[in-house]
């Protein structure tokens, strides 16, 4: 596996490679890979014959009160496991070679970005869509692909993608669980064994939502209400939101009529984490 940090020689990487007739997938990440990462990178192959992978944790991305400092890291690590995934190439860009003195340009993907994490999150995916943006050109891939279960952040990068006609595939992987059902996250290492515990709950409430909608429920409100009493009656848990709307456009919806996008965000001690799922509305009339 070749590793580069300097962005003409990961420019030059690609270039070679296309040379040569072969297609690219990029696979962006902030390190500290787990299984949701390895799947991608798999997944990857499929996509392309060759794999990058980006290791960049984007302080862009990061609000003034944000993890940005504690985000978890290994680089020896994260190397090995990308190397055993079969990854091509790990590519590591310095802050100030993304960033350097004097940037200043930033993507904004207005409204995609302003409800469920944008909200708690201002400027979060414009960190996102910026970062994500100067990989597209500096890999210059023909696929790349991110986890569904950060699903704004997914529809974003889509939405940009369109937008700004970049030639890239965008592929969204469906999110790998714990044997417990919690969704895999670099964050979930910040939850103690008692707040692991708790963050169960997540999925459980995803769970229970998509048998109510199975039974017949429709109504979007009383799914939203059975699922905020479920998360409360947890110890130490705090809503951010609970969302239920239509997945292309992220704006509200009634009644689940159609695939109906749930995401939750949830506070669990200190740490906030993230799910969804996509409802589909079952047998009218109970
Ligand atoms: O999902 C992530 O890990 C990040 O938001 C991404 C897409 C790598 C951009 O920094």
Known sequence: MDIVRA????????????????TVAL???????????????????????RVVVSLFVNPAQFGPAEDLERYPSDHDRDRRMAAAAGVDCL????????????????IDVRELSLGLCGAARPGHFQGV??????????V????????????QQLQVIRRMAVDLDFPVEIVGHPTVREPDGLAMS?????????ERGTAQCLFEALE?????????????????????????????????YIFLGDPGRLIPVREVTGPTLLALAVWIGGTRLID????EPGPAGH
């Open 186 to 194: 670099s964050r979930n290492t910040y939850l103690d064994a008692r």
């Open 7 to 22: 962005i003409p020689e990961m420019r030059a990487w690609s270039r070679r490679r296309k040379a040569v007739g072969e």
């Open 27 to 49: 696979v962006p990440t902030m390190g500290y890979f787990h299984q949701g990462h390895l799947a991608l990178m798999q997944a990857a192959r499929r996509h392309a014959r």
């Open 140 to 151: 210059q891939p023909d696929t790349a692909l991110f986890g569904q279960k950060d699903f």
């Open 208 to 240: 229970l939502a998509r048998r109510l909608c199975a039974s017949g429920e429709r109504s979007c409100g009383r799914i939203a209400l059975a699922v905020e009493r479920f998360l409360l009656s947890r110890p130490g848990v705090r809503i951010g």
């Open 129 to 138: 869509a910026t970062v994500v943006a100067k990989l597209f050109n500096i």
């Open 276 to 279: 969804n799922v996509l409802l």
């Open 91 to 106: 590519f590591v860009p310095a802050v100030d070679a993304m960033y350097p003195e004097g940037h200043q340009t930033r």
